[in-house]
């Protein structure tokens, strides 16, 4: 299942994916915490805006006209 939720650092939605079943409310509330996590430590790229930290983990790809938050890097 996808949630979406607000970057307010880039004022952008994306949509991050979270597993099938279980609490949605708890669901919703685990993503949104590791989302706002990684904005907070700079660990996300968007080179549509030209923002690239050094470090960055994960990055936001356009698809399907949607922008999603995926996992690019290990570190």
Do not use: C, Q, W
Not at 36 to 63: F, Q, Y
């Amino acid at each position: 299942m996808d949630i979406k939720i607000t970057l307010a650092s880039l004022k952008k939605d994306v949509l991050v994916t979270v597993p099938d079943g279980g609490d949605l409310k708890e669901a919703f509330n685990e993503a949104a915490s590791f989302v706002r996590t990684l904005e907070a430590n700079n660990k996300i790229r968007d080179r549509e805006a030209g923002v690239n930290p050094r470090g960055a983990t994960h990055e936001i790809v356009k698809d399907k006209g949607e922008y999603r938050l995926r996992r690019f890097r290990f570190s």
